[in-house]
């Protein structure tokens, strides 16, 4: 193992200073409507244009009451009715209770709503049932106390989910701007390789990378552009790498090993890419390279007009995992968002304990977590068995990978670990 190759947290800090560079870099946006936001990452701030809520409102069916008149169980007569959609009404006299429904605004005058199953309610009269009390406030979300007109709920650079779109709904958001997405292009290298739709000739096999990737990649944010499988020469490769230009970021799979034929790295240099490394104590995924190559048109990356590049290795489980700790906190930054993959969480190791070699590399291994825990436990991760990096149904069974740092011992049944989130 050369010494030199940095360990995962270093080549980890090399990308995340890489990334503040691209951070103050705002990528163009566009509108879109607010139904088809999701996925994408805010642009503009979102404003409240009203107060949230915009008016006291009753969190129950009840009556709306002052909460120390309530409280004596005196007799309260009924003096109106409110139900959701109607406007503020009231004033509520002393002495005197508003039926109210879950919802509607609580008339001026009222300081809580007690609840319809708590009173007794005779002849145009309700009393709150003894021992009950209520207080200020009960029942009653005030208005504004979410926020006030004006405020500035989401910073632009938040990622749109459905908590984001309901809340741009209730401020009048019938569309978003949203950063344009990342056109992240797909380089697959590699004479083996057959189109997913072709019968494979003796010695080939189909393109697993390509739709991985553009799967990864519309995860992570961005636009994947999958250009023509590259063959292993060189001639293939620097065509390949001078359409790539037009990218915002360069996806290579394949060639970064140290065979013959693993011509990705020398291409890469012949085309000007300066080098951040070129492997890491990772397994799988050491020979990951990843670099900056020099691009004419400069539209997104702005003043060194260059583009980031990941030669991520062959074999898919390999490329996943480079991708997921390397490439896509980088591509989030180009999507503008401020939320920076890899996450990672803790889990309990439920497999049988088992030896591990390669204790010079930090490893990330297909696994299964349950996350259905009860409350206190941690959620249980079972590795999977793998037959080598190349082997997909592993992959396709995991749901996350178990990290195992440099240097650990052999984990026991019961212990804490990390896991990295697919
Ligand atoms: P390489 O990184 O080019 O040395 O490839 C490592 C392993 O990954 C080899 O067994 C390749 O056949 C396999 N591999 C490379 N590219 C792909 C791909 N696009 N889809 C599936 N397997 C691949
Ligand atoms: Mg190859």
Redesign the pocket.
């Known amino acids: 193992m050369s010494p030199a190759l940095p360990g995962y947290e270093q080549a980890a800090a090399i990308v995340a200073s890489r990334i503040a560079q691209l951070c103050p870099l705002r990528p163009s946006s566009e509108g879109v409507e607010l139904a088809l936001a999701a996925g994408r990452v805010l642009a503009q701030p979102l404003i409240a244009d009203r107060d949230q809520p915009p008016f006291a409102r009753s969190t129950r069916d009840g009556y709306a009451c002052r909460a120390s008149e309530a409280s004596s169980h005196r007799k309260l007569a009924l003096i109106g009715s409110s139900r959701a959609g109607e406007a503020p009404a009231g004033p509520l006299t002393s002495r005197a209770a508003w039926e109210i429904m879950t919802g509607a605004p609580v008339p001026e005058g009222a300081d809580a709503v007690i609840m319809l199953e708590h009173v007794e309610l005779a002849q145009g009269q309700v009393r709150l049932l003894p021992p009950r009390t209520v207080k200020p406030g009960d029942n009653i979300v005030s208005q504004g106390v979410q926020a006030r007109q004006g405020d500035e709920l989401l910073p632009a650079g938040t990622p749109i989910q459905f908590g984001q779109i309901a809340l741009a709904a209730a401020c009048g958001y019938a569309a978003l701007d949203v950063f344009v997405r990342p056109r992240v292009a797909i380089l ?3 004479d ?2 057959a189109p997913v739709d072709s019968s494979p000739g003796p010695g080939q ?6 739709p991985m990737l553009a799967a990864l990649v519309t995860a992570a944010g961005g636009d994947p552009w999958i250009l023509p ?1 590259a063959a292993d020469t060189a001639q293939a490769l620097d065509s390949a790498l001078a359409q790539a230009a037009d990218a915002d970021m360069l996806l290579i ?5 140290a ?1 013959k034929f ?1 011509l990705v790295e020398p291409a890469l240099a012949r085309a000007g890419a300066r080098f951040h490394f070129t492997g890491v104590r990772i397994q799988p995924g050491k ?1 990951l390279v990843f670099g900056e190559l020099p691009v004419g048109n400069m539209h997104t990356q702005g003043k060194n007009g260059t583009i980031c590049v990941f030669g991520l ?4 489980v ?2 996943a995992v480079t991708f997921l700790l390397f490439a896509a906190p980088v591509l989030a930054a180009l999507s503008g968002s401020r939320q920076s993959p890899p996450r990672f969480a803790l889990a309990r190791f439920a497999s049988p304990a088992g030896k591990h070699s390669k204790k010079d590399l930090t490893r990330f291994l297909p696994a299964t977590c349950s996350f259905k825990t009860m409350a206190g436990s941690l959620p249980e991760v079972s590795l999977i068995p793998m037959q080598g990096s ?1 082997d997909l149904p592993a992959l396709a069974r995991s749901n996350c990978f178990l990290v195992i740092p440099e240097g650990a011992p052999p984990i026991d049944a019961g212990a804490i670990v990390r896991i990295l989130l697919a």
């Open positions: 697959t290298t590699g083996e390789l096999i189909r393109n697993s990378n390509a499988t799979s394949g060639g970064v090993s065979g693993d020979p290795p062959g074999n898919p390999s490329s190349g």
